[in-house]
């Protein structure tokens, strides 16, 4: 069994692989800025600044750790954003994690990406050797930096970097909550365009599983995943309506108009949807998930459909709850609706 550092563990997915990682016999050290609600046998929690160079040499001189799994980031979701802590949280505090990893001789560093690096379709299932990122807002741009600053520890680490679409299970809320709320109060549920793009999502234990994976790689390297057999998101949206019991009914919104008045919204600030999520609302994102299914043998575990209504069921289940947290990551509450709610009122 083994002792590792995983960064941001009080957040939704970190919370996710602690806790699986304490299941299987392993012990958990985790860093966040945010307080960690787990006290659980196994777990030592630091409240804490990754930014922080003394705080971070210190961990690792009272820990041996074995792997490092690199989850925390600051999102840039919500109306208001603080654009020097989102680059500095996510690029600078990577390069301070993999130089005091190599100080310590933790070789195992493993990296949760994005699919944020895109934000245009590009026709086929994006490839990790085929098709250089091209990100278009600041949190996208800030995980690319944050790649092209683990190239040079490659020699002295064994650096995997897992690029994720959206991360869905029980629990996962922020925009996605908005989406919740109009199903549960049986409200119509909008899509742009026709409904006919195909957004491929990733099960959290699935990517967990990955991670696990990666860290016993022995060397490094860089994946793509995502789920199987992505159906459009008419598709799924009708799906969970159906099986959630919700009289929710899909319809479509002019293409054209409605991103231009999201464009407008954002440079309002009164919509928490940025550049790319208007870039990417109507259009396709597939990762071609071949590599990491021949190189780590790993394989998806659920559908886009089945994994949304376990986010949705957990929302449904636990609204009055959900809506009273505060002190929590932003994948853990949900997000605020600003202008989105006029539309929730007509529909």
Not at 123 to 136: M, S, T
Not at 265 to 275: I, N, T
Not at 302 to 330: D, H
Request: proline residues 4%; glycine residues 8%.
């Amino acid at each position: 069994m083994s002792h590792v550092l995983v960064t941001g563990a009080s957040g939704f997915f970190g919370g996710v692989l602690k806790r699986r990682l304490l299941r299987e016999g392993h012990t958990v050290v985790n860093i966040d800025l945010e307080p960690d609600e787990d006290t659980l046998p196994g777990l030592t929690s630091i409240q804490g600044d990754l930014r922080d160079a003394a705080l971070v040499q210190c961990t690792f001189s009272e820990h041996r750790f074995d792997a490092v799994y690199h989850v925390a980031a600051q999102l840039a979701h919500g109306m208001k954003m603080d654009e020097h802590l989102l680059w500095t949280s996510n690029v600078d505090a990577t390069k301070l994690l993999a130089e005091t990893a190599r100080s310590a001789g933790v070789r195992p560093f493993v990296f949760v990406s994005t699919n944020c690096l895109w934000a245009a379709n590009l026709g086929h299932p994006v490839n990790e050797d085929r098709d250089p990122p091209a990100p278009i807002e600041l949190y996208g741009k800030s995980k690319l930096a944050a790649e092209q600053c683990l190239q040079p520890f490659m020699g002295d680490l064994d650096v995997v970097i897992l690029r994720c679409p959206t991360i869905m299970d029980a629990g996962r809320l922020g925009l996605l909550a908005i989406l919740y709320e109009f199903i549960d109060d049986n409200k119509t549920v909008w899509v742009v365009g026709d409904g006919g793009n195909r957004y491929q999502f990733i099960y959290a234990e699935d990517l967990a599983t990955a991670c696990i994976l990666g860290a016993s790689f022995g060397k490094s390297d860089l994946f793509h995943i995502g789920s199987d057999n992505v159906k459009s998101m008419r598709q799924v949206y009708e799906s969970v309506i159906r099986s959630s019991g919700s009289r929710s009914r899909v319809r479509s919104l002019p293409k054209g108009p409605t991103i231009a008045a999201m464009m407008l919204a954002h440079k309002l600030r009164v919509s928490p949807l940025g550049p790319y999520h208007y870039k990417m609302i109507a259009e396709s994102f597939v990762f071609d998930t071949d590599r990491i299914k021949h190189r780590l043998g790993w394989k998806p575990s659920l559908t886009n459909e089945e994994m949304l209504l376990k986010s949705y069921e957990y929302y449904a289940k636990n609204r009055e709850e959900i809506g009273s947290r505060t002190n929590v990551s932003t994948h853990r509450k949900a997000a605020s609706m600003g202008v989105i709610r006029l539309l929730k009122w007509i529909s």
